[in-house]
């Protein structure tokens, strides 16, 4: 009878500690999703103002994912192409997480096939996904950096690397300079080095009065450059 105590004791504990377990995989996971559901609400609404700002016919691609990539893309396109350099994240940025998530559905895949050819679909899939995943963050914050030098007031440089050592801020950081002056729509200038190698405040430009002039992106409108 003691034996069978000890066993039966045994096994509660067990069930308890798989219990407690779930329980915080499950609060992991619900606060997870929460904070994924409000940071696509705040990206979505930063994409969508400051697209539909610089004039873009579709500023509503914020809320639709893989399109909502793109969006972000041409937002650091037209800031470029406004300042003279020709640049294609918005494709690129639909196109990898397009493989993406291609990569992933692959895996899956090969799982629920039970892993007969598991072996070629790791080997396949899994430094694929690892590369197209890295190559898709490189370049979300190489088009970060372009955003915040066109819209943001001072430590720019630091700003960006808050962002990179606690991604979680960047939607929240986009939505805060939302309604800001565009430095290559003409609303403001930069106002010098802020000391990380980013530039400074803003000055008022003088420039376009109530509101953005219709910009747009590259097969939208005919592109500007800033007003002299």
């Given amino acids: 009878m003691h034996v069978y105590g000890y066993?039966?004791?045994?096994?509660?504990?067990?069930?308890?500690?798989?219990?407690?377990?779930?329980?915080?995989?499950?609060?992991?996971?619900?606060?997870?999703?929460?904070?994924?559901?409000?940071?696509?609400?705040?990206?979505?609404?930063?994409?969508?103002?400051?697209?539909?700002?610089?004039?873009?016919?579709?500023?509503?691609?914020?809320?639709?994912?893989?399109?909502?990539n793109y969006l972000y893309g041409a937002i650091a396109d037209d800031i470029n192409i406004k300042r003279g350099?020709?640049?294609?994240?918005?494709?690129?940025?639909?196109?990898?997480?397009?493989?993406?998530?291609?990569?992933?559905?692959?895996?899956?895949?090969?799982?629920?096939?039970?892993?007969?050819?598991?072996?070629?679909?790791?080997i396949i899939g899994s430094p694929w996904s690892s590369l197209i995943g890295l190559a898709t963050t490189v370049l979300y914050y190489i088009a970060l950096s372009v955003i915040y030098r066109d819209y943001m007031r001072g430590q720019i440089t630091l700003m960006l690397v808050l962002s990179i050592v606690f991604p979680f801020i960047s939607p929240f950081v986009l939505f805060s300079i939302r309604n800001k002056p565009s430095v290559s729509c003409g609303e403001a200038a930069y106002g010098g080095f802020d000391g990380f190698g980013g530039y400074g405040g803003y000055q008022n430009y003088g420039g376009y009065q109530g509101g953005y002039r219709p910009g747009g992106y590259p097969g939208d409108h005919e592109t500007r450059g800033p007003k002299e």
Avoid: E
Wanted: charged content about 10%; glycine content about 12%.
């Fill in 7 to 68: 066993r039966y004791y045994s096994s509660s504990g067990a069930a308890a500690l798989l219990g407690f377990l779930a329980a915080v995989v499950s609060l992991i996971f619900l606060v997870l999703m929460v904070y994924w559901i409000i940071s696509y609400i705040f990206s979505s609404i930063a994409y969508y103002k400051i697209s539909k700002r610089r004039g873009y016919q579709r500023p509503w691609l914020a809320w639709i994912p893989f399109a909502r």
């Fill in 85 to 122: 350099k020709k640049t294609y994240f918005g494709w690129i940025l639909l196109v990898l997480n397009l493989c993406s998530t291609g990569a992933l559905a692959f895996l899956l895949g090969d799982l629920r096939a039970g892993g007969h050819i598991g072996m070629g679909g790791y």
